[in-house]
């Protein structure tokens, strides 16, 4: 997985999460007010925040939040519902095990488990969110494979048709300082040599805008990364940990690069890879998640009724 494909995946985890916890706290809100009407009454919708001395109440704060999005929460729970009631009815169910497995797998690009759930979090998604939205694509997975078939000779021929797929990829946690002028990279070496900061250096030379105020880090970059500098790329092949290397010719400038560190991910379980393998090729088979979604909604009449959102909605 490429660090713009984790970047995806990771926005799209985003976005379900937090449609999840908007449904949540509607559903609590509305449980709320619902307990809470009697002292409530009178006394008008409570504040949430101030802004000086003008009130922000809970009332236009959950009014707001259906308008920007209640459509989409609506439907989010309603895919939750119907996934469960056909879940329960094919008896399907997804175990703690298999939702540990399931992260693990999704971890090995990051080299650890760890270091996995601090990119996460990162974004704002803890490990509770990351359990709950695994666990729920997992369940809706299963219902849509139930009755497809892999034989254990397709997945021997899909590993040998694709033998790099499953082989970890080494990752470079990189650093990178970019200058104009030849010249100049050479002085930067030899401060480096001198023992200044390269994070220093970096804030303070370096004309690549996105990384000169982290201190020059580009992250952890596996091995093969296409978005790369090939010339970078080339170089830091035969660098070791702590290494710092150029100048390195680039397309627009001169870099330095520092090789922090270099992590090297276990070979995965043989079995998990097999398992991920016949996942595949069965859901390739299978009706896609989002049209399974949609059939499952009709077959249970999952409905928004009138009011549910101030705009008309369309289900896909």
């Keep these: 997985m490429t ?23 509607m559903v609590f809100s509305g449980a709320l007010s619902r307990e809470g009407l009697s002292r409530e009454e009178g006394s ?39 996934a469960a009631l056909e879940a329960e009815q094919a008896n399907i169910t997804v175990a703690p095990e298999e939702i540990e497995q399931e992260l693990d797998r999704m971890a090995q690009s990051y080299g650890s488990r760890q270091r ?22 997992l369940l809706l997975e299963k219902i849509a494979t139930a009755d497809v078939k892999v034989s254990s000779i397709e997945i021997d021929q899909y590993l040998e048709d694709h033998p790099d797929q499953f082989v970890p990829k080494k990752q470079l946690d990189l650093s990178l300082i970019k200058v104009e002028e030849e010249s100049l990279a050479n002085e930067l070496l030899d401060r480096l040599e001198d023992g200044e ?26 091995e093969d990364d296409p978005f790369q500098p090939q010339e970078l790329m080339e170089t830091v092949q035969e660098l070791s940990s702590g290494d710092i290397a150029g100048p390195i010719a680039l397309e627009d400038g001169f870099g330095i690069v520092y090789v922090k560190r270099i992590l090297v991910p276990a070979a995965p379980d ?5 398992e991920t393998v016949r996942r595949q090729l069965a859901l390739e088979r299978s009706e896609s998640l989002s049209q399974l979604e949609q059939r499952l909604r009709s077959k249970y009449e999952a409905r ?10 369309r289900q896909p």
């Design 3 to 25: 660090k713009q494909e984790k970047a995806l995946w990771a926005a799209v985890m985003v976005l379900s999460a937090g449609l999840l916890f908007m449904g949540s706290w």
């Design 44 to 82: 008008g919708s409570s504040a949430v925040a101030m802004v000086q001395e003008q009130a922000i109440t809970e009332e236009a704060w959950s009014r707001e939040l259906k308008r920007r999005y209640g459509s989409e929460v609506l439907l989010t729970m309603m895919n939750r519902q119907v």
């Design 116 to 137: 996995f759930l601090e990119a996460m979090g990162q974004l704002g998604l803890s490990e509770e969110v990351l359990k709950e939205e695994t666990e729920y694509r």
């Design 197 to 222: 900061d390269f994070a220093a250096l970096a804030a303070e030379h370096s004309i690549d805008e996105y990384t000169r105020e982290d201190g020059g880090r580009l992250g952890l970059i596996e």
């Design 270 to 274: 043989p079995k998990l890879t097999r």
């Design 304 to 313: 928004m009724l009138a009011g549910a959102s101030p705009a008309p909605f």
